[in-house]
């Protein structure tokens, strides 16, 4: 089965940037349909931020990250990236790496979560 684990999160100041990386093990991708980042604040509930197909590339955000934030993936290397520029307080939260597979009706894998934490 595919682990998923993510790096690259901190403390950054509100209008400044930081990349995450999600590295993927234990098995082919030959079956990977999409990859996705999730966030969670304190005591709210998981929201969607971005995806990207694995085969062909293509880019979905959530309105609030449109524009700063940039999804994009190395399949020769297993991983996928985001990009996060201009961030805002409001974009503190636990980033989660998601992959779904091709047959599945929701993502299949789950990364253990790397915190991104954004001051003013």
């Known amino acids: 089965q595919v682990q998923l684990v993510e790096s690259g999160g901190g403390l950054v100041q509100a209008g400044g940037s930081l990349r995450l990386s999600c590295a993927a093990s234990?098995?082919?991708?030959?079956?990977?349909?999409?990859m996705g980042w999730f966030r969670q604040a304190p005591g709210k509930e998981r929201e969607f931020v971005a995806s990207?197909?694995?085969?062909?590339?293509?880019?979905y955000y959530a309105d609030s990250v449109k524009g700063r934030f940039a999804v994009s993936r190395d399949n020769a290397k297993n991983t996928v990236n985001l990009q996060m520029n201009s961030l805002k307080p409001e974009d503190t939260a636990v980033y989660y790496c998601?992959?779904?597979?091709?047959?599945?009706?929701?993502?299949?894998?789950w990364g253990q979560g790397t915190q991104v934490t954004v001051s003013s």
């Open positions: 990207i197909n694995w085969s062909g590339g293509r880019t």
């Open positions: 234990g098995g082919t991708f030959d079956t990977i349909y999409l």
């Open positions: 998601a992959a779904r597979r091709l047959l599945s009706r929701d993502y299949d894998f």
